[in-house]
């Protein structure tokens, strides 16, 4: 995306710079002949490429997508922290405040509330869902490389939801399972 906008910026710039440094360049084009060709023939095909390439990319992210399945993680939301349980691991315990998951994998998060409505949200990892009282809503995160990364709650809660953030920790498949099962150093 930031390379398509990036594109679409120089081709403005260009022409801006063109207009102002060089005196009547332009003039002889129609104000419709400016308007079809900068305002359609330029930006379309960035715009087409653009919405092609999010589609790909998202179909992807969609939990019943995906090559291999999915580790589950359920987010507990409560005022004002989350509370993470590992649903393919029986023996892990559940965390607080630390989601970890492996890097390189497609994780589903099981998000749900057992108060008001919370949003579940990892910027950098994926979509924003609600945790809502009795009922369950699923994002697909996704971490291309080990790392921390900064959760927050995405829907005001009440008067501790500044503080309502967490942290994602993305692990080697070795490190993850050493981590929820206590055993990481």
Do not use: Q
Request: glycine fraction near 12%; charge should be negative.
């Amino acid at each position: 995306m930031l390379a398509g906008s990036a594109v679409l910026f120089v081709l403005v710039m260009g022409l801006f710079a063109a207009a102002m440094l060089k005196p009547g360049f332009g003039g002889r084009w129609t104000e419709r002949t400016w308007i079809l060709g900068g305002g359609i023939l330029m930006p379309v095909p960035v715009l087409a490429l653009l919405l092609f390439f999010a589609f790909a990319m998202g179909e992807r992210h969609l939990p019943w997508r995906g090559e291999h399945n999915p580790v589950r993680i359920e987010a507990r939301a409560h005022m004002w922290y989350w509370e993470f349980h590992y649903l393919d691991y029986p023996d892990a315990a559940p965390t607080i405040g630390v989601m970890h998951m492996p890097a390189r994998y497609d994780v589903d998060v099981i998000a749900t509330s057992d108060n008001v409505i919370h949003g579940f949200w990892v910027p950098r990892l994926g979509g924003k869902v609600d945790a809502t009282p009795g009922h369950e809503t699923v994002v697909r995160l996704y971490a291309d490389r080990p790392g921390a990364y900064g959760g927050i709650c995405a829907e005001y809660c009440g008067t501790g939801h500044t503080a309502m953030t967490f942290r994602v920790e993305a692990h080697t498949p070795e490190d993850f399972r050493a981590a929820i099962s206590g055993s990481a150093p």
